[in-house]
Nanobody, 120 residues
Framework: HVQLVESGGGSVQAGGSLKLSCVVT????????LGWSRQAPGTERERVAF????????NYANSVRGRFTVFKDNAKRTLYLQMNNLTPEDSGMYFC??????????????WGLGTQVTVS
């Protein structure tokens, strides 16, 4: 089964950038919708950015569209989230997620442990 391990979080000033990585093991990346969700303390988990199995479709939350880019490198078995022009509202725990299908119509069913992003 799919396993996900995130890295790349940290602390950054507003306006700065971070690039998150998620190593995917256990199955071929192209068989799954992959993406990122985030959760700040006291709030519900929010879908941020997802990419379908054949990388033809990406979906972004309105709050990050134009600033964040989700992409993957199948050869490196890694999903990425490039985050630019960060604001304090982007702070939270970022989770890598995998869905059961290539399409992102299904909800994710596998999650990583998360990586913390703090913007001040």
């Amino acid at each position: 089964h799919v396993q996900l391990v995130e890295s790349g979080g940290g602390s950054v000033q507003a306006g700065g950038s971070l690039k998150l990585s998620c190593v995917v093991t256990g199955d071929t990346l192209s068989r799954h919708c992959l993406g990122w969700s985030r959760q700040a303390p006291g709030t519900e988990r929010e879908r941020v950015a997802f990419i379908n199995g054949d990388s033809t479709t990406t979906n972004y939350a309105n709050s990050v569209r134009g600033r964040f880019t989700v992409f993957k490198d199948n050869a490196k078995r890694t999903l990425y989230l490039q985050m630019n022009n960060l604001t304090p509202e982007d702070s939270g725990m970022y989770f890598c997620a995998s869905g059961p299908l290539r399409t992102c119509a299904a909800l994710p069913n596998t999650w990583g442990l998360g990586t913390q992003v703090t913007v001040s």
